[in-house]
């Protein structure tokens, strides 16, 4: 079954290449991917996440029922409209899939990945046992992404074109800080993203969609395919689900630990046993870490590829593999997220039979349009 | 041309050739009738006496998006008839490039060392990859015409 978002026509009418993506198709990019990741770099860029999926979790155990659901804490979550990144995992502390968590008015709102979304609802609906909950998928709301330095200015200049109250939203759409959204009618607008840079994540109901797309596309933003989504995300050393880390990857060797809330040491969990066991190993250097890696000459690092890894001392370690590499648009080189041994000093990829010395660096690339690591 | 290593861009993997959109269909008319193809999606063009220009088509650029990186054989290498000479790598995956036909390097096409989206912009003009002396003519019978490469585009 093929699924479209409400935008599909728009999509073709921008000249998207369309690819399917987990069922629905979607537009990989519409002419040149380097451009549309300079333009979200430089200054703004819409994407349609529609394929995206929406949960709202309500009822008096809803905060009880998330505390379990997830690893990070949404007791964190101390006014409505913040946002909070978190892992869902099962009890051997493998990642069920990653995810934002709102807090809303009624309740929370997860937006967990589309190509998980079966396996998702299925284990969030096991998981309501004992607890007064509702979860609900949202399949009536879709998601623009609007990024880029310029972003925000261009999404209040538009806001009177597409029926809204302009002056006022504008005004609550600014005073966003980061990870923080407000609700405005039926539109929730956020100041998330996967892209490294300033910008906003617009759920909405579908059928709103094509408005907001042409009024945004009209004040001169440009689509954006998610072939450009990739590389910007891992410029900026976000995780890929699937790519990344999956159910047999622990959050700490994910270059997850920070969406870990250890405390209170009393919230149990799903996964936290297993958590505490890894944490010991990961002390013990028995547990791989994931962390960056660049290649500065000609060549391009691609998943799959694997790392031959040595201690500071030159001792050979167990070998590594690239989970997401990619060409840099923003840093003209290769760069990747590795996964290799804990004390892994030096590294070496295999690519095409040849040894190539790498350089490591801290998984966080590009941020705001410019190199972060040394 | 094959991929070799394909970097999925999403939460799920892509099929091999995309789905078109309102972008220009490969017909007979965008595929020039002075080059021959071979099946793997590179061309070759009778220059001068006994010298060939090889490249990859429009086709081949389109599957491939945005191509960060060529690397090309050396100057008086001989080489046999699909033999892999040269690796492209795009920002989705890496391909090596196969000679369509057997003979000694005469030169490449360093601009696209530093440029090589020119073979995105222009891969049948100012994209070309090397000039080969061919060794044996008769090779070029074996390669599709532009309406026979046209339509074995079309049934990928």
């Known amino acids: ?374 | 041309m094959r991929a070799n290593y394909a970097s999925d861009n999403s939460e799920q993997p892509a099929p091999a050739l995309p789905q078109r959109a309102k972008r220009e269909e490969h017909n007979v008319s965008t595929i020039p009738d002075n080059c021959k193809f071979a099946t793997s999606h590179e061309w070759v063009r009778i220059d001068e006496d006994g010298i060939a220009t090889v490249g990859i088509s429009d086709h081949a650029q389109d599957a491939l998006g945005d191509i960060v990186f060529v690397d090309l054989p050396e100057v008086g290498a001989t080489i046999h008839a699909k033999d892999e000479v040269a690796v492209v790598e795009s920002v989705k995956a890496a391909s090596d490039v196969y000679s369509p036909v057997s003979g000694e390097i005469v030169e490449i096409n360093e601009e696209l060392l530093d440029a090589p989206e020119t073979v995105n912009s222009v891969p049948y003009d100012g994209g070309w990859f090397f000039k080969i002396r061919l060794e044996d003519a008769a090779e070029l019978d074996e390669l599709l015409d532009a309406e026979a490469y046209a339509e074995h585009c079309e049934g990928e």
């Not at chain 1, 998928?137 to 998601?143: H, V």
């Not at chain 1, 800080?177 to 759920?203: M, Q």
């Open chain 1, 1 to 374: 079954m093929t699924n479209r978002t409400s935008l599909y026509q728009h999509h073709l009418d921008a000249g998207a290449k369309m690819v399917d993506f987990s069922g629905w198709e979607m537009p990989i990019n519409y002419g040149s991917q380097i451009e549309e990741h300079t333009q979200v770099r430089t200054a703004a860029g819409v994407f349609d996440v529609s394929h995206m999926t929406v949960v709202d979790v309500s009822g008096v155990d809803a905060e009880a029922y998330l505390q379990r659901l997830l690893a990070n804490d949404v007791a964190r979550l101390d006014e409505v409209g913040r946002a909070l990144y978190s892992g869902m995992l099962n009890d051997d502390g493998g990642v069920i899939d990653d995810l934002i968590v709102y807090r809303m008015t009624f309740g929370y709102r997860l937006v967990v990945n589309c190509a998980t979304r079966v396996k998702d609802l299925r284990w969030m609906a096991l998981q309501t046992t004992g607890f007064a909950v509702s979860v609900e998928e949202r399949p009536g709301l879709g998601i623009l992404a609007i990024h880029g330095p310029e972003s925000i200015e261009r999404v209040c200049a538009i806001l009177n074109d597409c029926g809204r109250e302009g002056e006022s939203e504008a005004a609550a759409i600014r005073a966003l800080g980061n990870f923080r959204g407000v609700e405005l009618g039926d539109w929730f607008v956020a100041r998330t993203g996967y892209t490294g840079e300033k910008g906003l994540e617009v759920i909405l109901p579908t059928e709103q969609a094509p408005q907001l797309w042409e009024a945004l596309l009209a004040g001169g933003v440009k689509p954006i395919g998610l072939g450009a989504r990739d590389t910007l995300r891992l410029e900026a050393g976000m995780n890929l689900y699937g790519h990344d880390m999956d159910e047999t990857v622990s959050p700490l060797s994910a270059n997850m630990g920070f969406s870990i809330a250890w405390e209170p040491s009393k919230r149990d969990f799903i996964g936290r046993a297993a958590l505490i066991a890894q944490r010991a190993e990961l002390e013990e250097g028995r547990l791989p870490i994931l962390t960056g890696v660049v290649l500065e000459e000609r060549g391009v690092l691609r998943e799959g590829q694997t790392l031959s890894c040595r201690d500071a001392d030159g001792n050979e370690l167990a070998q590594g593999v690239v989970t997401s590499g990619t060409f840099s648009p923003t840093l003209k080189h290769s760069i990747a997220l590795v996964r290799v041994p804990t004390y892994t000093a030096s590294c070496e990829v295999d690519m095409r039979g040849k040894a190539i010395p790498v350089r490591m660096v801290k998984p966080n690339f590009v941020r705001f349009g410019k190199k972060v690591f040394e």
